[in-house]
């Protein structure tokens, strides 16, 4: 009885640390999730720009992102070659509208818009909401030249429709802010390393720097131009009303 008894009591501290730890990761996620977003509904003006290996510019585009609550999502493309076309993002459902196109068509979110920047990338930002994981332990921070402690987090998605199905984080030990990422796809494979890139102020996160670990090895840096507060009417997130190419401004 006493046997079993212990046992009993052993599971329930185990039980009760592993929900005290899953609690802390959120916190910790919520956190870095304030550095890139600040809000449940954005609208992010949004450059992307591929350098080549020399640092020389080999392509630039201009992106409105509406990121909205609930796993929702609209990309307008901006640039010229780009004009009038959208991504539309609801849960794991993505849609590519085609200005003159009276059909959405169906996307995944890696399919690239831009050197080594996915729809998921640009569209989605939340890790809090979308992925549960572990600490690992504290470490200086990786491609930080000033000596610095992080905290490492090995995350795991918690649905099919990510971009990244595992992701290895490292947040500032002190204030909790996203430092670099290595973003692995649904085979494992370490598909890209990402650092982030601080405001002056240090109080949001003002860029993305994606290194591709698969092909070419490029740099794409995805820049947050700005952001406001904006929710969208809800007709904007309708693919159908999307593919009627209607005036969103």
């Not at 003159?100 to 989605?124: H, V």
């Not at 995350?155 to 002190?174: C, D, F, H, N, V």
């Amino acid at each position: 009885m006493f046997k079993t008894a212990r046992i009993a009591t052993t599971a329930a501290a185990l039980a009760l640390a592993s929900s005290a730890q899953a609690a802390d990761i959120t916190a910790l996620l919520k956190d870095a999730d304030r550095y890139r977003t600040g809000a449940d509904n954005l609208r992010v003006e949004t450059q992307v720009t591929v350098l080549n290996k020399d640092g020389s510019t080999d392509k630039e585009r201009l992106y409105t992102v509406f990121a909205q609550a609930q796993h929702k999502s609209l990309v307008l493309m901006r640039s010229p070659m780009e004009a009038g076309q959208k991504v539309l993002m609801l849960g794991d459902d993505f849609w590519l509208l085609m200005p003159g196109s009276a059909r959405p068509m169906r996307i995944t979110p890696s399919q690239k818009l831009l050197g080594d920047a996915s729809t998921g990338d640009i569209a989605t930002m939340s890790w809090a909401e979308d992925y549960a994981g572990t600490l690992v332990g504290e470490e200086p921070c990786p491609a930080e030249r000033a000596a610095k402690t992080c905290l490492h987090l090995s995350l795991a998605a918690t649905r099919k429709g990510l971009s990244y199905q595992r992701i290895e984080l490292w947040l500032g030990k002190a204030r909790h802010e996203p430092v670099a990422a290595d973003l692995y796809v649904l085979s494992d494979k370490l598909a890209k390393q990402a650092r982030f890139v601080m405001d002056k102020a240090g109080a949001q996160v003002n860029e993305m720097v994606l290194l591709d670990q698969l092909g070419n090895h490029k740099q794409t840096h995805v820049r947050y131009v700005s952001r406001q507060n904006k929710q969208v009417p809800e007709a904007w997130l309708n693919p159908m009303y999307l593919a009627k190419n209607p005036a969103l401004e």
